[in-house]
């Protein structure tokens, strides 16, 4: 505005001042006609410039915002990355120990097969005389299972071990005193037929209680097996080997087992070495 100002006040003192033509003064007229429009133009100009200028500061602003966000997101990153190298390191620790536990687990279970494999042998080469009706051997699960029929172990009804039967459970206490680090579990089974007698035994649960204790009372006082290796107990007629129906059946569920397992106190021991997880 001051340049249009200065122009008119220009154009002014010249008409006072002189006298001109008229071809003079439409020249000068154009001439100031094109000023103007000239100036206006710089001032468009100049606006542009200043709207331009804004726009870019504005645009400076958002980039210094977005590299504040990407420097603290970074900073976030290298802090996660600490972290996570640190939970890292716990994790490969956990799993080593767990490799380490599990190989433990495989070499005792591998050494615990080996020993049950050879107690079995033993036991089937020194009852290898004894009828296979009577006296069965086998690896079941990690441990030795001896089944022994109620037939020659008892007479019907009855809880008292035979003398008939002293020879085999010597062949099998001798076996059971070699193998010291394993307990034995003695089970006592019967069918599913009631006992004619209500005295003693009252009925199935203590006539195969009675037959269990009878035979852990043998091998105790006949053939020294430690008794604190022994555990005793009755199933009744709750787990049965085969049917009932028939005499054969019943037969086979009237067994008496005896389980050399090892000891529970090496299963702990074993167990207290497991990692822990925290």
Known sequence: MKIFKMLGVGIIAITMTSCVSKK???ALNINYKQCIEGAAENQRTIQDLNGKNSGLLSENNLLKDQNNSLKSSLDACLSNAGKGSANIDKLVGEINSSNSYIKQLIASKSRNDSLNVALSNKLKRSLDNIAD????VKVLKGVV????SDGM???TGSFDVQPS?????GKVAKVINDY???SVLIQGNTDNVPLKSASVPKDNWDLSA???TSVARM???QFAVDPSRITAGGNSEYQPKSTNASVTGRGENRRTEIIIMPKLDEFMKLMDIAPVNK
Do not use: C, G, P
Not at 133 to 136: A, H, L, T
Not at 165 to 169: G, V
């Open 145 to 148: 299972l001896i089944s022994l």
């Open 153 to 155: 172990l008892y007479k």
């Open 180 to 182: 010291d680090k394993y």
């Open 165 to 169: 039967a002293q020879e085999i459970l």
């Open 24 to 26: 003079q003064f439409e």
């Open 210 to 212: 009675l037959r269990a």
């Open 219 to 221: 091998l105790q006082t």
């Open 133 to 136: 009706s009577d006296v069965q």
